[in-house]
């Protein structure tokens, strides 16, 4: 099975200050088709789930651009360039090209 | 609009049987990848289950053999049967299109 591990667990930023999370795979995500399926997702408190970022670097419909996401490989990274009060949640990150495997997620609060 | 509603969460006694239900609406069904994923309370994501555009299904190890999906395209409803459920089954359970689309989860608690 392949492995994500996110760091930080744990984030605290200022508002306006950037914010970066890591996310790693035990094993290289390209696919046979040349895609590698990584998504992120953010979930508010109380709310489900929500796709931010797909295929490592595209946004989904109604994204802000203060979201962004890189990366290729193993190794990838969401960053958000101007941490607003909305942005509070946990963060995933999830791998589909082997199957299904999310991270352990990381909570972002303001400070 | 896309709308996901999910129901029949319950509590359950270990071994007990539960189906949960998804009705969706303003898309068709078979053009698109389903899915179910639960969260353990104050835990993460897994994705439990997958309902292709053509019917066939992949399950996660965890829950195959004892969980089913399908669905109805008359009634625009997905469902996640289950059955000989587990402690550790006991989560909030999500129906989902593409990972774009989810619905607000159902509580399933296993316990005696």
């Known amino acids: 099975d392949v492995v994500m591990t996110q760091s930080p667990l744990s984030l605290t930023v200022a508002l306006g200050q950037p914010a970066s999370i890591s996310c790693r795979s035990s094993?290289?995500?390209?696919?046979?088709?040349?895609?590698?399926?990584l998504s992120w997702f953010q979930q508010r408190p109380g709310q489900s789930p929500r796709r931010l970022i797909y295929q490592v670097s595209n946004r989904n419909s109604g994204v802000p651009d203060r979201f962004s996401g890189s990366g290729s490989g193993t190794d990838f990274t969401l960053k958000i360039s101007r941490v607003e009060a909305d942005d509070v949640g946990v963060y995933y990150c999830?791998?589909?090209?082997?199957?299904?495997?999310f991270g352990q997620g990381t909570k972002l609060e303001i400070k | 609009e896309v709308q996901l509603v999910e129901s029949g969460g319950d509590l359950v006694q270990p071994g007990g049987s539960l189906r949960l239900s998804c009705v969706v609406s303003?898309?068709?069904?078979?053009?698109?990848?389903m899915y179910w994923f639960r969260q353990p309370p104050g835990k993460g994501l897994v994705w439990v289950s997958r309902l292709n555009g053509d019917g066939s299904a992949i399950y996660a190890d965890s829950v195959k053999g004892r969980f089913t999906i399908s669905r109805d395209d008359a009634k625009n409803t997905l469902y996640l049967q289950m059955n000989s459920l587990r402690g550790e089954d006991t989560a909030v359970y999500y129906c989902?299109?593409?990972?774009?689309?989810w619905g607000q989860g159902t509580m399933v608690t296993v316990s005696s």
């Open positions: 303003g898309f068709t069904f078979g053009n698109h990848w």
């Open positions: 989902a299109r593409d990972f774009s689309d």
């Open positions: 094993q290289s995500l390209v696919y046979s088709d040349g895609n590698t399926y």
């Open positions: 999830m791998q589909n090209t082997h199957w299904y495997t």
